[in-house]
């Protein structure tokens, strides 16, 4: 079946330790987003890449970082800069990026959650 | 800037009474406008969108809303709620100006709904 795989689906962090959360997806889609999201405050962009090998800051990008080596795999890593770590991220992916694609449908895969210990 | 208010954080509603979920928008031009559902733990579905045409859109699992230019509202109904429309819900919207941008959407602050019997 066509998707979007996150793992791990819990994740435990150290202070001051990275870590890395996966994300792939078999949908043939050009567009990946990372979001995060707390209780109350809705969804909100980390990064996201429109294309292999480009990506673009989002709203809350200090103390992430991402690649995009592979149309398929987006992952994100949460640096030991990022004081507040612990949040349900969640991965998404649309068709296609660039003009007029912001009506196409973003399809988010089941999410990940970071506690810090 | 574009942004997204959900009147309240939390509806509750009889089985088969009416669902009537608020979603205002602020944005410089008429956006494109979602609405997501998510189930506890899980990632954030689809259940409509305006690009388009009719102000009035039809989504899944008997949900509806629609566009009110005048309002600047895309509120979401459903006419008689069922135990498992219990979830949250967000409201989104992304910027039709956008060029080259991808389609980054911002999101409400979410609406949890609970059905009761």
């Known amino acids: 079946d066509g998707g979007i795989t996150q793992s791990p689906k819990y994740l435990f962090r150290k202070e001051g330790q990275n870590v890395t959360l996966s994300c792939e997806q078999n949908l043939n889609h050009d567009a990946m987003y990372w979001y995060r999201q707390d209780p109350g405050q809705g969804l909100r962009l980390i990064y996201y890449s429109q294309i292999v090998n480009d990506f673009q800051k989002g709203d809350i990008a200090e103390g992430y970082s991402v690649s995009r080596e592979k149309k398929e795999s987006f992952p994100l890593t949460v640096t030991s800069a990022q004081k507040n770590p612990t949040a349900f991220y969640l991965c998404a992916s649309s068709i296609r990026a660039g003009p007029q694609s912001s009506g196409n449908t973003i399809y988010f895969g089941e999410g990940s959650w970071l506690t810090v210990v | 800037a574009q942004s997204v208010t959900q009147l309240g954080s939390h509806v509750s509603v009889s089985e088969g009474a009416l669902v009537l979920l608020r979603c205002n928008y602020s944005?410089?031009?008429?956006?494109?406008l979602f609405w997501y559902v998510q189930y506890p733990n899980q990632g954030l579905q689809l259940l409509l969108k305006?690009?388009?045409?009719?102000?009035l859109v039809k989504g899944i699992n008997g949900f509806e809303a629609e566009f009110k230019k005048s309002e600047t509202s895309f509120h979401l109904t459903k006419p008689s709620a069922h135990m498992s429309d219990a979830a949250e819900y967000f409201c989104?919207?992304?910027?039709?100006?956008?060029?080259?941008?991808?389609?980054?959407?911002?999101f409400g602050t979410g609406t949890q709904l609970k059905v009761e019997l």
């Open positions: 989104a919207v992304s910027d039709r100006g956008v060029t080259g941008g991808g389609n980054k959407l911002t």
């Open positions: 944005s410089s031009v008429p956006p494109y």
């Open positions: 305006y690009t388009t045409g009719a102000t």
